[in-house]
């Protein structure tokens, strides 16, 4: 396995290469992130893995000095997985400021982005960015950032990007919890605690697949019952698969109706996201 740095370097070592699948990361890795990059060896004969913490995702009151950068025991995981690490400094990939950006769909504005704002412009904009230096014929997202992956998919589609997107399934510990590289900042009370809002989520699963189709008032009794635990919650949305927009409870719609619940909320300073999809087939 090569760590490379440079764009140069990169371009001269994937030259050859028949097909390349592409993991980008923000390092800190997981076994989420692992399980990607070994589902990417059935998409390329050359598996590159990247490693940036981009500084254009973060706005200015989050994480981004805190973030946790750990190359040395990133690459030591991905001995024997990835082929390449791609680990560039911030100044290879912004050499001078960054004046064009990828503007997302509007999507990018809700969820995550209400809160977020300017937050899915910069993970897109270093996405293509990555895309187009690597340029693999596959590349891997984890349905855990389920927004994410939607943009990325909808970027992919409307630029006409010639790769594949993938969305891995979400990893997660023995009692439920989405693995996060943000898990870490949990003090030991909130991480037994935090598994609740994946709880929550199966909960409101269930009772849609008994025939609850009055979303909003679900979303509301989660939305309490999250509060009732001093969990700040930003949103707990039931949407389409296919666009994300907010399922609707009409009861045409419902035959193979492919729905997926989301939600972020704070658990004192640290901000947890998961999602869980629903399928209606009649
Ligand atoms: O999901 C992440 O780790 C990041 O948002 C990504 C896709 C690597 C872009 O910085």
């Not at 809700?110 to 996405?127: I, K, N, S, W």
């Amino acid at each position: 396995m090569q760590v490379i740095s440079t764009i140069a370097e990169l371009r001269a070592r994937l030259g050859n290469e028949r097909t390349i699948a592409f993991v980008p990361t923000m390092g800190n890795l997981h076994e989420g992130h692992l399980n990607l990059v070994r589902q990417a060896r059935e998409h390329g004969s050359c598996v590159v893995a990247s490693i940036f913490v981009n500084p254009l995702q973060f706005g200015p009151s989050e994480d981004f000095d805190r973030y946790p950068r750990t190359l040395e025991a990133d690459c030591a995981q991905l001995h024997g997985l990835a082929d390449v690490v791609f680990a560039p400094p911030a100044n290879e990939i912004y050499p001078a400021q960054q004046t064009v950006f990828v503007e997302p769909p509007p999507i990018a504005s809700e969820l995550c982005g209400a809160t977020r704002p300017g937050h899915f412009r910069g993970m897109a904009t270093v996405v293509l960015k990555l895309l187009n230096i690597v340029q693999p014929h596959a590349a891997l997202f984890g349905k855990k950032d389920y927004q994410q992956l939607h943009i990325i998919r909808r970027m992919v589609s409307e630029l006409n990007l010639p790769v594949r997107i993938v969305g891995g399934e979400t990893v997660r510990a023995a009692d439920g919890l989405a693995l996060s590289s943000r898990n870490q900042y949990l003090s030991a009370g909130e991480r037994g605690e935090a598994v609740f809002l994946y709880r929550t989520l199966q909960g409101m699963r269930q009772a849609i697949l008994q025939g609850e189709r009055d979303f909003e008032r679900l979303q509301e009794r989660a939305v309490e019952a999250l509060a009732a635990r001093d969990w700040l919650v930003d949103y707990v949305a039931v949407r389409n698969q296919s666009d994300l927009q907010p399922a609707s409870p009409v009861k045409d719609d419902l035959a193979q109706r492919e729905l997926v619940i989301l939600a972020a909320a704070q658990l004192g300073n640290t901000r947890l996201l998961d999602n869980v999809e629903v399928c209606l087939v009649d």
